[in-house]
């Protein structure tokens, strides 16, 4: 079985996990803070602050955000649960705007149309590690105050003009789940510039603790904390940063193996009429952590059909990205929107297996499967 993906998890990587369980320090510590600075410089942020997983660093954005309840944030419905939840968790109302057919990403003029008085801010999504038009919703948000969160889950290592994601905006979170370019197990890192939500995002990770246990165990003195505001318990392992140092340092080589991938699916599937390939716009640099195919209406097999083809030669596949608003937990009190384009995006496009290393002829039945299958 091709899987749809798979983590890059080599010894070094259980070395390092390995070593940080001897240590005896395995709850949130001296690992997690060097992952964080190591992940601030990567992507350029002044701060990054570990968390548990995504959801929980969505969560946390929103709070430090101002979002609270009786306000509306607007977010694209395409998009994995968690976006939309991660709004509910405060109180607010998730606002769902249209995508862009091309990149799947939240389109701004669509947004705009839905921003009312309750609207505070924008939450927008770089689906399958493709980035979103920063500049545009930079803008937006300028014109009509309201706060811009980046939901990075799947674009770590991405570039949009030039920079790293992580740094252009505000706020913005990331994953590093397993089916994520990089992983920790599970995993999530929110990335700042803003030293007041910063020292926030510290404090409601770990229940509102004004001094950390990794402070206090090195400290020479006794030390007493407090706990100033009611927060979670959102923190990282040191096994999982210890992981994570490790994961950052192959970022880039996993990234450059990802975009021969999806190079050798472009070729192959390019002059091919019923189907529609994924487009990388020129200010952008994607980490491929998806590679989704939509298929026309002249294609000679319906989605569903063909995914379970190709699972019968061997070939796990995914759907396209969710639409949330269709899901039973918002459609009592979204059903009744339409989103079209994100509708049709989910409904006729299949996402193909991407990992490294996905062995040559692994690649190479993939393709010679779809290309049989589709023609």
Known sequence: MIPIAK???DKEDAQAAYETILTGWITQGPRVQEFEEKFAKYTGAKYAVAVSNCTTALHLAMIVSGISEDDEVICPSLSYIATANSIKYTGATPIFAEVCPETYNLSAADTETKITAKTKAVLLVHQMGMPAEIDAFKQLCETYNLKLIEDAACAVGSSYKGKKIGSHSEIICFS??????????????????????????KLLRQHGMTVNDRVRHESSKVIFEEYVEVGYNYRMTDIQAAVGIKQLDKLDWLIEE???????????FRDIDCIRLPEEPSTCYTNWQSYSIYLKKNAPIDRNTLMQKLLDEGIATRRGVMTTHRELAYSKTHGNI?????????????????YVPMKEQEIQKVIDVFLKLIR
Do not use: C, Q, W
Not at 177 to 187: E, Q, Y
Not at 189 to 194: E, G, L, V
Not at 258 to 268: E, F, N, P, Q, S
């Open 338 to 354: 339409k989103l079209p384009v994100s509708e049709d995006l989910h409904d006729r496009s299949i996402i193909l297996p991407l």
């Open 258 to 268: 990802r975009r021969k991938i999806a190079a050798a699916y472009y070729k192959a």
């Open 7 to 9: 983590p890059y998890l």
């Open 176 to 201: 590093f789940h397993p089916r994520k370019v990089i992983s920790t197990g599970d995993g999530g890192m929110i990335t700042t510039n803003r030293p007041d939500y910063y020292e926030r995002l």
